[in-house]
């Protein structure tokens, strides 16, 4: 081995592994929160949310989901001292080049309703015309920072479509107008487990877990 080796830019394994203890949830999003939670379940980590921790919401300035991804962990494992684990995700829909994507959160306003936000994703549909199709998918980037500034991310998708009007009061966010292809109901009507087995957030974990434990 050389004298100027550097493990950090030996890919891929520079992939530094997480060990038991406590892991800070670096999300504001209690949904997000409740579903990270239940996916970290089997995997020995003790979770805290960055709000019992009354850490501060920081600006998304990054123009792609891992980049905001990034900068919420790494802010969250500087000011807590522990492991941070964030997840930036969105909906992005074909007839709409991509969006709201990264601006999903923001199309919900500062009162945070997604009433508002999946009517806005419909009303921009349908103002496509009558040939828009409704095709769209989830994303969800998941990152993993050190206090030191170590970080790893991983991005996951899922493939579906817009349906109108929104069904069912389980999940959050998007999920009572986002049917997954090769289903009949939308993400709300689902039980927890069945989009657990099959969402962005799912696939992003599959990747860190096979990574990082
Ligand atoms: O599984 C999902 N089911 C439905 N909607 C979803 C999902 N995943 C993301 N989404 C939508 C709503 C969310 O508000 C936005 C993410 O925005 P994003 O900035 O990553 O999260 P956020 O501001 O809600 O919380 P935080 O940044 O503190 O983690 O995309
Ligand atoms: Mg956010």
Known sequence: MSEDFDPEHVAPQAIRKLTPGKL???SHNQGKVREIAELLGPHGVEPISAGAL????????????IANAELKALAAADLSGLPALSDDSGLCVEALRGEPGIFSARW????????????????????QGPGAGHDA??????ALAW?????????????GRIVWPPRGD??????PIFVPYG?????????????HAM???????????????
Request: net charge negative; glycine share 8%.
């Open 199 to 213: 969402s962005h957030r799912a696939d992003a974990f599959r990747q860190l877990v096979a990574a990082v434990f």
């Open 170 to 175: 389980k999940g959050f966010g998007y999920d």
């Open 54 to 65: 009354g850490l501060p919401e920081p600006e998304e300035t990054g123009t792609t989901f």
């Open 137 to 142: 998918h989830f994303v969800c980037a998941l």
């Open 183 to 195: 289903h009949d109901v939308t993400f709300a009507e689902m039980d927890p487990a069945a989009k």
């Open 24 to 26: 800070v949830i670096a």
């Open 108 to 127: 919900a306003g500062s009162d945070k309703d997604f009433t508002v936000a999946m009517r806005r994703v419909w009303d921009q549909i349908l103002a």
């Open 147 to 159: 206090p030191d500034g170590h970080v790893e991310a991983f991005e996951g998708r899922v493939d």
